[in-house]
């Protein structure tokens, strides 16, 4: 190789730097997906509510807009299961679209079908807040098993509690700021109106709080397999045991 072909000493510093990196941001992005279902769950979490307001905005009709929504949300559980794929987003789709008609047939108040999912919103929020301010961020219980960290991060890697410290306030100031827009449309709004606005609000900041999670732990330290660990010790203690 000519002195040309042979990568220069920073060049070869630089991608020991990003290589770590790159695959620590790629595994972050994986477990994410994973975690929220990645773009088909979010489809999954929308369609009900935005097939319920479609219909109601046209006809103004309560029972048939209910059983749309619900229709369809069986419907996404059943491809599902059809493509055996796993049904916990659909799963909780169907059952927050199920509390929406309850409250709604209860009351007759159509606005009421979005009642359970802002109070849950609303209820997500603080869960992150106060968690957080306990020492045990939200964020970090829920995507520990994903990582096979499952709690490692609270004593033996501070970098990344930090990081989800940090997730975990990002989410629950999110949400607390969807809330406060959604509650005062709840009364003065009507039910077309409150129905759109939260379809726009469905996405855009579920994406900036999954974008600024995946900043965060992106540059945290890498996770502590806990479960590789086990296995050692016991492939440790049976090399032991066989031992002369």
């Not at 790159?22 to 994986?30: G, L, R």
């Not at 009709?61 to 209910?66: E, K, M, T």
């Not at 968690?131 to 501070?158: A, D, H, Q």
């Not at 959604?182 to 759109?196: D, E, I, K």
């Amino acid at each position: 190789m000519t002195s040309v072909d042979k990568p220069t000493t920073t060049t070869a510093a630089k991608h020991a730097r990003t290589a770590p990196d790159a695959d620590a941001k790629a595994v972050t992005e994986a477990a994410l997906f994973e975690a929220f279902g990645g773009i088909r769950g979010m489809v999954e979490t929308c369609l009900p509510g935005l097939l319920f307001v479609t219909i109601f905005t046209v006809n103004k009709d309560l029972h048939s807009s209910a059983i749309a929504a619900i229709a369809v949300s069986l419907l996404l559980v059943v491809v599902r299961l059809i493509r055996k794929d796993t049904v916990k987003h659909a799963f909780s789709g169907v059952f927050g679209v199920a509390f929406g008609v309850v409250f709604a047939m209860m009351t007759g108040n159509a606005k009421d079908f979005y009642l359970p999912g802002m109070l849950y919103t609303l209820g997500l929020a603080v869960s992150y807040l106060v968690t957080t301010l306990f020492g045990v961020p939200l964020i970090g219980l829920m995507l520990g098993p994903v990582f096979k960290e499952n709690l490692s991060w609270r004593t033996r890697n501070p970098g990344r509690k930090k990081a989800y410290a940090k997730a975990s306030w990002a989410w629950g100031l999110i949400l607390l700021a969807k809330c406060a827009i959604l509650f005062p449309l709840y009364w003065w709004a009507n039910t077309s109106q409150l129905g759109w606005v939260l379809i726009a609000l469905k996405i855009p900041p579920f994406l900036l709080a999954v974008w600024l999670t995946w900043i965060f732990l992106a540059k945290a330290p890498p996770p502590i397999d806990v479960f590789a660990e086990m296995e050692a010790e016991e492939e440790a203690a049976k090399a032991a045991k066989a031992a002369p």
